[in-house]
């Protein structure tokens, strides 16, 4: 008890611990009430420390504040920054679509300052929210009329909870998907008010099973996309057009949940449904996110007959979905983008990534191993293999590229990962047969230098 008193009293006081040289650098970048948070807080760690009996020598106040100084610096703030090397283009836990420049900028300008969100700079009078981004979806995508909200899994509520709340929506048993994230078509639609019926089977749905199915309570068919898997063998369901015929002649529109969101064809996503065939299919509705395919911001784009989306824009729904002013620039400015198809993927940074060739991603992977391979200890080679669209887009389909193989000399690839995830740009890599494996696909060319730079840094800090 003595020898704890004693070690108690040599804890420093707030006082010398603030008085010490570091912290007063610190506090020249950093709020006072926060660093004081965290003196306080170091310090009580120590006192627990030492009534539960650790006997370790306390520490002065200058190791204290160093310490201090170190953590507050470090501290993990809102969102961190990271290089995806991951591979998979569009990495939901990495936040989808990385924005072009020029929808940075559009963003930053918007949030800086007062825009004219809902107001016409023409008249003086007031206007409505994402009139000027819903003109240019009606321009790139040749639907009839648009509407913006929050995400497409809010764009499906609302058209659901519109189009047939308390009535029949048609889906096939092939169709009741899960997204991720524990998000479910058929729970989802249920949510909605939408009585569900379900049709077919999980492998084969014919037109007759929805023509069958169709009652005076039918409200709307629904098709969705099976973003995330791939059927094979005995399958068969029918196409879109073929849905729209019935639709059309029984007088319910077809909601077509397209998912990824991609404009037109594309190398890399061949096989993703893309808006123009939902176009040229005739679909009523479409529902699609702005961060898959589409390489903008998280939002939900339904396009469709102006009857429908002025139906869905009357919603009370529509307001709790709506979007704010930043995602609409940022949408703007990708569409800007997006209408030139051949600027396009030069410009979106999810395009670029997608049609980056084979030849280009092993040259780009050469020039990381190079740089990475002065870090001492390090291993590294370079060798075939297959990336990923993600974000639900173009299932069991890899991207052929080049990775980047890295071994550490007296670490595991798990503790180099760590390492890596921790570095003060953090560098998200995949961990294959112990060995970490970066994937320059899903970098953007001009972070491949700062992938380097920043290993190499770790590593001269730890003193290799
Ligand atoms: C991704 C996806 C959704 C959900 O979209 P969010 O924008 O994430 O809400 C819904 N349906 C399909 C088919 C999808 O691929």
Not at 182 to 208: K, Q, W, Y
Not at 224 to 234: I, L
Not at 376 to 397: D, F, K, N, Q, S
Not at 443 to 462: I, K, M
């Amino acid at each position: 008890m003595k020898c704890h008193r004693n070690a108690l009293r040599r804890i420093p006081s707030v006082d010398r611990v603030l008085g010490a040289p570091v912290l007063h650098d610190l506090l020249r970048d950093e709020p006072r009430p926060l660093v004081l948070r965290f003196v306080r807080a170091h310090l009580e760690g120590l006192r627990a420390r030492i009534l539960s009996g650790d006997m370790e020598p306390t520490p002065s106040p200058e190791e204290v504040a160093a310490d201090i100084a170190r953590r507050v610096r470090e501290r993990p703030r809102g969102l961190a920054r990271v290089l995806n090397a991951t591979g998979v283009v569009l990495h939901t836990n990495l936040g989808r679509a990385r924005l072009a420049p020029e929808a940075v900028e559009a963003v930053l300008e918007a949030a800086g300052g007062a825009c004219d969100l809902e107001f016409d700079l023409e008249t003086g009078r007031r206007s409505r929210r994402g009139v000027h981004v819903e003109e240019r979806l009606v321009e790139v995508s040749g639907f009839e009329s648009a509407l913006v909200v929050n995400n497409n899994a809010g764009g499906l509520v609302l058209a659901l909870n519109e189009l047939s709340q308390g009535r029949e929506a048609i889906v096939s048993r092939g169709e009741l998907v899960e997204i991720g994230g524990s998000f479910r078509i058929p729970d989802v639609m249920a949510r909605t008010g939408a009585r569900l019926v379900e049709v077919g089977t999980t492998n084969r749905t014919h037109l007759a099973d929805y023509e069958q199915a169709i009652g005076p309570d039918t409200a709307v068919l629904v098709k969705v996309h099976r973003s995330n898997f791939r059927q094979e063998g005995f399958v068969s369901e029918p196409t879109l057009a073929e849905l729209v015929e019935v639709g059309r002649h029984r007088g319910v529109p077809v909601l077509h949940d397209l998912g990824s969101g991609l404009l037109r064809a594309i190398a890399g996503a061949e096989s993703e449904p893309t808006l123009a065939e939902s176009l040229a299919a005739g679909v009523d509705l479409v529902a699609m996110s702005g961060d898959k395919l589409l390489g903008g911001p998280q939002a939900g784009i339904l396009l469709g007959r102006r009857e429908l989306v002025d139906r869905l824009r009357g919603n009370p729904l529509a307001r709790a979905l709506r979007v704010d002013k930043m995602t609409l620039a940022a949408l703007a400015a990708t569409l800007d983008l997006l209408e030139d198809g051949d600027r396009a993927v030069e410009r979106v940074p999810t395009l670029r990534s997608l049609v980056a060739t084979p030849a280009e991603l092993e040259s780009r992977a050469s020039w990381i191993a190079e740089g990475l391979s002065a870090i001492p200890g390090m291993t590294v080679r370079t060798m075939p293999g297959l990336g990923e669209v993600g974000g639900g887009a173009v299932p069991a389909r890899g991207l052929p590229t080049t990775m980047v193989g890295l071994s550490l000399q007296g670490m595991s690839a798990r503790n180099l990962a760590e390492e890596l995830r921790r570095m003060p740009l953090p560098v998200v890599a995949r961990i294959v047969d112990e060995e970490v494996l970066l994937d320059p696909r899903s970098l953007d060319p001009g972070e491949d230098a700062e992938c380097v730079r920043a290993v190499a840094e770790w590593s001269e800090r730890r003193g290799g």
